[in-house]
């Protein structure tokens, strides 16, 4: 079957630097997303990714390893605002979006 | 980009009632989806909602309990029928733009309590 995994919750520290995993297995792979949802809110698109390699966007950077069916979401400088949900979310060879449950990150001052 | 509007935002609602969400694009978009996430859920792919022909639904999902119209490229419904506390979830609206990356735009949602 196809498997998204990412952790279910992380706590960093205002100012920090944390990485979110995200490792799959999916029936091909056609690009990985990240998104992030604050609470009650839609999901916003954050990075995508379909060439191994890190993405690099403002303060968050992203990275994939298809060989490793592995990527990650890297966040620097945290503010306040970072805390949010982080899906990430891989598109099989039928073009259908395979979504992870999320990863809770918690930012303390 | 795309912007997507959904009405309503939030509702409550009494057991065995219907309730219709509605989503509107600004601009025409091929590809709309309609997701469900329950509460510290990710997100459940209900079903792609197809102008002009039946929506295509996932494993779980039955046109009876979850109708669905899509009249044209700008607008679609879903229903939720015959509701039981378990449909209280966020109901989401997405779409998907031609030539972008693949990436999914999401309209707000709408937040549905079934008491």
């Known amino acids: 079957g196809q498997n998204i995994d990412q952790p279910t919750e992380m706590t960093a520290t205002e100012g920090a630097i944390v990485q979110i995993n995200c490792t799959y297995q999916?029936?091909?792979?056609?690009?990985l997303f990240w998104y992030q949802q604050h609470a009650g809110e839609a999901p916003t698109f954050l990075s995508y990714?379909?060439l191994d390699g890190l993405e690099e966007k403002g303060r968050f950077s992203s990275f994939l390893s298809r060989s490793k069916g592995y990527s990650y979401l890297l966040l620097k400088e945290l503010q306040m605002k970072d805390s949010a949900s982080y899906l990430c979310a891989v598109m099989d060879s039928n073009y259908q979006l395979i979504w992870g449950a999320g990863t809770k990150l918690i930012i303390k001052p | 980009s795309a912007v997507i509007s959904q009405k309503p935002s939030r509702d409550i609602c009494q057991r065995g009632t219907s309730l219709t969400i509605q989503c509107q694009v600004d601009s025409q978009v091929t590809m709309m989806f309609w997701y469900r996430q329950q509460p510290g859920q990710s997100l459940t792919l209900i079903a792609t909602a197809n102008q002009g022909s039946e929506a295509t639904y996932e494993s779980g999902f039955v046109i009876d309990k979850f109708p669905i119209s899509r009249p044209n490229l700008t607008f679609s419904t879903l229903t939720v029928s015959n509701m039981s506390p378990e449909d209280s979830s966020i109901y989401l609206c997405?779409?998907?733009?031609?030539?972008?990356?693949?990436?999914?735009?999401f309209g707000e949602g709408s937040r549905l309590t079934v008491l």
């Open positions: 997405s779409v998907r733009l031609a030539g972008e990356s693949g990436e999914l735009f």
């Open positions: 990714n379909v």
């Open positions: 999916t029936s091909g792979f056609n690009g």
